[in-house]
């Protein structure tokens, strides 16, 4: 469960205002070849591999422009901005050491059975699965309610067994938050369990 309302609701998808677009124009279209057959008469067969050849090449041409394929051009540029600052070098490509790490470990806790995990929010999108899931950004905002839930005994970090940072990671904290979260955290009994640049994952001692 992740109690950030952005990711659990398809109104906050970028997406969302395109689909009934989308919808929409997949009936419109689907008439409108209908009617086309109709005006060649009943001897007209529809071409379904060209019909197909012809989505995927839109599709193809289309994904220049807005897209995840490894041709696409960056289409949140703004977003990158905010969340790691302008004019940095990049290097967290799916390929980049910085990537792979991210990758491995993301999918480690994925597979872990029960997993509590607090991370800040870009380490974050790739977690969603896990048994429970938190953002720094808003375990800072609501610490005080969730430090009185039964399974914090007492503190809000507590319930989590893994902490995931990126220290770059700007987007729902500041630098200044996340250097706090990690202080508390050694001292609540997490240990360092693997880091690379600027990516930390610690993790709770037995017993802690």
Known sequence: ???H???SSLAFQYATGVLPILWLATLWGARALTETQRGYGSGFEPDATSAAIGAAAAGLVLSLYV???????????DVRAQTYGAG???SRG???PIGRWLNEHTRSLRGTPDATVLATGRAAAHLIGVRELETIGQYLQRREALSQLPDRRGHPLRAYQWILIDRDDGLHQTRQEVDAVEQEAVAEGFEVIDRLETLVLYRRLPGE
């Open 1 to 3: 469960v992740w109690d």
């Open 5 to 7: 309302l952005p990711a």
């Open 67 to 77: 897209g995840q394929l490894p041709y696409s051009r960056p289409t949140l540029l």
């Open 88 to 90: 940095k070098d990049w």
């Open 94 to 96: 799916p390929g980049a």
